[in-house]
């Protein structure tokens, strides 16, 4: 029996009941379908995570405060708030760690901010020149804080496009207006371009001021809330992480790496730690859908064993004409595939197809993989080899004379 | 001889102990010969005919096949003495539903391993032979009417070549008109192609088509003698 024959006889049996083998697929075609949905919904929103982690800036190192851990002494304070940064760490890094491309200090604190009778509170983040290569800021209109701008404590303000829209409404101009920041007036000399950020941190709604003006002006100390480093390419990023965190350790006196009260953060490890949290969910999601492949299969399994039985003269009919065990199953196996097989085919067009409408409908990102298509495509074979295998070894284990008897 | 049986003996073990259905069958077919074989049911005559067509294995006793013993196959083994020598045509015709009567014809073949074209150009000579008239060829099996759906049956079993026809009450489920046509098939297979066929039977009437009749009764042959009265249909010259 060649392989066309088996093929032959296992279409025309199939299509003989189009209904019945319908009905019998479907739960395949749903069980591969939610698989598939599910996949791309969770890669879809695990690249969008990382996309806008990415956005960032690229070869990011960002060194932030933290506490000291006293021996034996439990003292949290909330991140941010610790004062152990300043303005000479930022130069002293800018100076000494020669792999580092760039270095911009900040200082951020949420302030009310008032234009021509509107007001709205936002972050308010004083910053040097820098940050515009560090963290990728583009702008959109009139120019960013200037090296200038830092020497001569000016009051100039760059608004992120959020803040424009709540200031001074959407589109307008705001170059050479005034805003007044904590009873400071600032003028507006440029406005940042969107950066499309999503979610609790939004990155467009801020204002950018010198870092000068800010330490003076506002925060009335020298001390710094992040200092944002640009690597100079991607491979050097452990190097300098190493090299910044060895510098403020002898900068702040301490010892033991264990008690740093500072923190230096590499963008892979937000990107894997975010990444690590999606994986999870792709993989909850999938298993609660796999969980419908198996109900699919056990539906396969039944009808495959309702077929042998009603077939059975059939089968006799063939073993008492020279078909062999091995003749019977395979086309009783390539049955339960062929079964599966469409189920899964319909599945991954169903599958892409409701990951196509979330995406239109629900404005979450998503993506079909090819991987998930290859193991879909394995997994319903699999499945139809798995539950097809019982009917296949029943009908091909039947006594001619019995079989051909059988009412 | 083609068909050598010694001492045939078949017991079936039951729940309440052993029946025996055949008790020590001896007899000789030749090539070519007709032969009915005769018996009320329960007779021992479908066991008799289970054994010749290499479906079941004898108790006791041997039974050899063109000078091979056959009577301790394996179920693989006994399935390739079926395809190559042994063609059957059953009461209920068992062809496949919704398939053509082509495609039936050709279904043995398909388990020999015959390319697609060849086996078709085959079972359209069986089909012929069995005088399934040209424009029913292409008919699927449940639209034709019981005689020709048992021409096919003929055609299904002529297709391999095979040295034996075994024919189980084949008119059984026909009226006596269309049975005639049958049996005149069966009579025309013998005469002028030289098939051997054995007739498995109940009625008289029926195995008096043959030229050599056994009896069987409890599972023992009781007579087996030349059909001396043989009936021949529509006075065809055999």
């Given at each position: 029996m060649s392989v066309s024959d088996i093929f032959r006889e296992t279409f025309s049996a199939v299509t003989v009941n189009k209904a019945r083998s319908g009905l019998t697929i479907l739960g395949i075609v749903i069980g591969i379908g939610s698989v598939i949905a599910m996949v791309s919904i969770g890669q879809g929103a695990q690249s969008s995570i990382e996309e806008s982690i990415q956005s960032i800036g690229s070869n990011l190192i960002m060194v932030m405060p933290g506490f000291q851990r006293g021996v034996g002494v439990q003292v949290s304070s909330g991140r941010g708030s610790a004062q152990t940064l300043t303005q000479a760490d930022a130069d002293a890094i800018q100076q000494e760690i020669t792999l580092a491309?760039?270095?911009?200090?900040?200082?951020?604190?949420?302030?009310?901010?008032?234009?021509?009778?509107?007001?709205?509170?936002?972050?308010?983040?004083?910053?040097?020149?820098?940050?515009?290569?560090v963290r990728n800021v583009q702008i959109g209109a009139g120019v960013f804080i200037s090296d200038q701008n830092i020497r001569s404590l000016s009051k100039v303000a760059v608004?992120?496009?959020?803040?424009?829209?709540?200031?001074?409404?959407?589109?307008?101009?705001?170059?050479?207006?005034?805003?007044?920041i904590n009873k400071v007036d600032f003028k507006?000399?440029?406005?940042?371009?969107?950066?499309?950020?999503?979610?609790?941190?939004?990155?467009?709604?801020v204002?950018?001021?010198?870092?000068?003006?800010?330490?003076?002006?506002?925060?009335?100390?020298?001390?710094?809330?992040?200092?944002?480093?640009?690597?100079?390419?991607?491979?050097?990023?452990?190097?300098?992480?190493?090299?910044?965190?060895?510098?403020?350790?002898?900068?702040?006196?301490?010892?033991?790496?264990?008690?740093?009260?500072?923190?230096?953060?590499?963008?892979?490890d937000i990107v894997q730690t975010a990444s690590s949290v999606t994986d999870t969910m792709t993989i909850l999601l999938a298993s609660i859908a796999g969980i419908s492949l198996i109900v699919g299969g056990i539906g396969i399994m039944n009808m495959m064993l309702t077929t042998v039985t009603e077939r059975t003269r059939e089968i006799g009919l063939r073993k008492a004409i020279g078909a062999k065990k091995r003749d019977?199953?395979?086309?009783?196996?390539?049955?339960?595939?062929?079964?599966?097989?469409?189920?899964?085919?319909?599945?991954?067009?169903?599958?892409?197809?409701a990951a196509f409408l979330v995406s239109r409908f629900a404005g979450v990102a998503t993506k079909v993989s090819l991987l998930s298509i290859v193991l879909a495509f394995g997994v319903s074979a699999a499945i139809g080899i798995i539950f097809g295998f019982y009917p296949a070894r029943r009908a091909a284990g039947l006594n001619p004379i019995e079989a051909l008897r059988y009412e | 001889?083609?068909?050598?049986?010694?001492?045939?003996?078949?017991?079936?073990?039951?729940?309440?102990?052993?029946?025996?259905?055949?008790?020590?069958?001896?007899?000789?077919?030749?090539?070519?010969?007709?032969?009915?074989?005769?018996?009320?049911?329960?007779s021992g005559k479908s066991t008799l005919m289970h054994i010749l067509g290499a479906l079941d294995t004898p108790s006791r006793g041997t039974y050899f096949l063109d000078g091979q013993d056959i009577s301790k196959l394996s179920d693989d083994e006994l399935a390739d003495i079926r395809k190559n020598k042994i063609g059957f045509v059953f009461q209920s015709y068992n062809l496949l539903p919704r398939a053509t009567a082509l495609r039936n014809a050709a279904l043995p073949l398909m388990y020999a391993g015959m390319a697609?074209?060849?086996?078709?150009?085959?079972?359209?000579?069986?089909?012929?032979?069995?005088?399934?008239?040209?424009?029913?060829?292409?008919?699927?099996?449940?639209?034709?009417?019981?005689?020709?759906?048992?021409?096919?049956?003929?055609?299904?079993?002529?297709?391999?070549?095979?040295?034996?026809i075994l024919a189980d009450e084949p008119t059984g489920n026909l009226d006596t008109k269309t049975g005639e046509i049958v049996?005149?098939?069966?009579?025309?297979?013998?005469?002028?192609?030289?098939?051997?066929?054995?007739?498995?039977?109940?009625?008289?009437?029926?195995?008096e088509h043959a030229q050599r009749i056994i009896h069987i009764r409890d599972g023992e042959i009781i007579d087996d003698e030349k059909n001396i009265k043989r009936r021949v249909v529509n006075n065809h010259q055999l």
């Open positions: 491309k760039a270095t911009a200090p900040e200082i951020s604190r949420r302030y009310q901010v008032t234009a021509k009778g509107k007001n709205t509170n936002t972050s308010v983040l004083g910053t040097v020149a820098a940050y515009t290569e608004l992120g496009p959020t803040t424009r829209d709540d200031l001074f409404g959407e589109g307008v101009d705001p170059i050479g207006q005034t805003i007044r507006v000399i440029g406005v940042a371009e969107s950066k499309g950020g999503t979610g609790f941190s939004n990155q467009d709604d204002i950018f001021i010198p870092l000068s003006t800010a330490q003076r002006f506002l925060a009335g100390d020298n001390y710094v809330t992040t200092i944002s480093v640009a690597a100079a390419n991607a491979n050097e990023m452990a190097t300098v992480q190493q090299q910044i965190t060895d510098l403020l350790l002898l900068r702040h006196n301490i010892a033991n790496p264990q008690l740093a009260d500072f923190q230096v953060l590499n963008q892979q019977i199953s395979a086309q009783f196996l390539a049955e339960a595939v062929m079964l599966t097989f469409l189920g899964g085919f319909a599945g991954i067009v169903l599958g892409a197809l | 001889m083609a068909i050598e049986c010694k001492n045939i003996t078949k017991v079936y073990k039951t729940g309440a102990g052993e029946t025996v259905a055949l008790k020590g069958a001896s007899f000789n077919i030749g090539d070519g010969e007709f032969v009915a074989i005769m018996g009320p049911s329960g697609r074209e060849k086996r078709e150009k085959k079972a359209e000579e069986a089909l012929l032979a069995a005088g399934l008239s040209e424009d029913r060829w292409g008919h699927l099996s449940n639209q034709l009417s019981g005689g020709q759906m048992q021409r096919v049956a003929i055609a299904r079993a002529l297709v391999n070549n095979p040295s034996i049996l005149d098939t069966f009579q025309q297979l013998n005469s002028k192609h030289g098939r051997m066929i054995i007739l498995i039977t109940h009625e008289r009437y029926v195995a």
